[in-house]
């Protein structure tokens, strides 16, 4: 049973730092791509993060550059998102997403290439 569990949201204060955690469990094989969503109203879930585990590549939303960072520890299966300068914008729930399509790094920001999801934690800036 794969179950990818997410944590480290809260409230904080505008300009401050946030480093969420992904803990993965049960077994996925073939991993490709790791991500990191938020929810908009005009689509279904924002890439913010992606890393393409194949290539080492890391790609950013345009709105995140140079203030969030995402890594992954394989020793542990924990996918990181260091998030800092925080902003109201940055406000929303995040998700953790897998994807074991070798394509996924063509598409690296669209959320139908990921097929295991997390169940989301919440981050608010005020």
């Known amino acids: 049973h794969v179950q990818l569990v997410e944590s480290g949201g809260e409230t904080v204060q505008a300009g401050g730092s946030l480093k969420l955690s992904c803990a993965g469990s049960?077994?996925?094989?073939?991993?490709?791509?790791l991500g990191w969503f938020r929810e908009r109203p005009e689509m279904e879930h924002e890439a913010v993060a992606t890393?393409?585990?194949?290539?080492?590549?890391?790609v950013y939303a345009d709105s995140v550059k140079d203030r969030f960072a995402i890594s992954h520890a394989r020793t542990t299966n924990t996918l990181y998102l260091q998030m800092d300068k925080l902003g109201p914008d940055d406000s929303n729930k995040y998700y953790c997403?897998?994807?074991?399509?070798?394509?996924?790094?063509?598409?690296?920001?669209?959320?139908?290439?990921?097929?295991?999801w997390g169940q989301g934690t919440q981050v608010t800036v005020s």
């Open positions: 997403a897998v994807s074991t399509r070798r394509d996924c790094e063509l598409l690296p920001r669209d959320s139908k290439m990921f097929a295991y």
């Open positions: 890393f393409i585990i194949d290539s080492g590549r890391k």
């Open positions: 049960g077994v996925i094989n073939n991993r490709h791509c």
